[in-house]
């Protein structure tokens, strides 16, 4: 005889794999994060991690909300079809279930962003992938019998270390690609290049640079705060350095005391930058590499 069903066990399974899944994805960004361009102002992590501590309740509850409203109703709905069926069908339709529930909650949910001036298009991919989200949820808590809860409990935390695991290793030995600068050249650098106000560079290839309005920061400032703006002419060198990291160019400009400009940015978006504030502080004033249509 089969077993009876603990709707209440489902809700608890489903809100856990809504809080796992949560937890996944923000592994996945931190790694994901090591592979891009460093911001301007670098993150802080110590109230980002504090922010996600105090989110965590907020998490489970819309996870048990959720779960309520969608995963509660297609196991019922799944239970309801399978009745009769062989092993075969029976497995299909429960599958089925999650979907036909989404469509069924379409209708309102889209009511709801035209409502409130949401986008179409916008609407349905959030919708899509709350779907397949929220379907996961409900497959796992499909199963009858004892010690489901404990093990989505132990697969899902191993997933999600395993798969912080696998990131960092991933990083350093190379398995993933990890940030670093383009390698750029003379070549490159000739051009103009300009920051987030419209200041200016004009780097010739015969080693001459002009500035136009381009900002000076002293010790302590912000890259978006006001800041002296600096306007002359002079000359340019490329150092390539050891390596990607310590590749400069040297602006020799008397009116504008720089110093040199480290490079970073994608090799189809160069930027070459200096460091504002106290040093490592991570902040950056950027100049990025005008395209010909700029």
């Not at 937890?23 to 993150?43: F, G, I, M, S, W």
């Not at 001036?117 to 349905?124: E, I, P, S, V």
């Not at 590749?247 to 930058?273: F, K, L, N, Y």
């Not at 502080?281 to 950027?286: A, N, Q, T």
Request: with cysteine; charged share 15%; net charge neutral.
């Amino acid at each position: 005889m089969r077993q009876q069903r603990s709707y209440g066990r489902v809700l608890v399974v489903s809100t856990l794999v809504g809080c796992l899944e949560v937890a996944l994805t923000v592994v996945v960004v931190l790694v994901y994060v090591r592979t891009q361009p460093p911001p301007d102002t670098p993150p802080d992590w110590a109230a980002i991690g504090g922010s996600l501590i105090a989110l965590t309740p907020l998490v489970g509850f819309v996870s048990f909300l959720l779960s309520l409203v969608f995963v509660l109703p297609a196991v019922a709905l799944a239970d309801l079809v399978v009745r009769g069926l062989d092993a075969r069908a029976a497995w299909w339709a429960a599958v089925a279930a999650p979907p036909a529930v989404a469509a069924l909650l379409a209708a309102p949910v889209l009511i709801f962003a035209t409502y409130n001036d949401a986008q179409t298009g916008d609407t349905l991919v959030f919708w899509a992938s709350a779907t397949a989200s929220l379907s996961l949820g409900a497959v796992m808590a499909l199963p009858r019998g004892e010690g489901l809860l404990r093990r989505v409990a132990l697969w899902g935390a191993a997933v999600v270390a395993g798969t912080g695991l696998f990131g960092a290793l991933g990083l350093a030995v190379g398995l993933l690609p990890a940030y670093e600068p383009p390698r750029i050249g003379p070549g490159t650098m000739t051009g103009t290049w300009i920051d987030h106000t419209g200041g200016s560079l004009v780097f010739t290839p015969d080693g001459r640079v002009t500035a136009a309005g381009v900002g000076v920061h002293r010790p302590g400032d912000h890259p978006d705060d006001p800041s002296r703006r600096c306007s002359g002419s002079g000359t340019w060198s490329y150092e390539p350095g050891r390596d990607v990291w310590s590749q400069e160019v040297r602006t020799e400009i008397p009116e504008c005391p720089w110093r040199a400009w480290g490079v970073d940015g994608t090799g189809q978006e160069p930027r070459i930058s200096q460091g504002v504030g106290d040093p490592g502080s991570g902040r950056l004033y950027r100049l990025r590499k005008a395209s010909d249509r700029t």
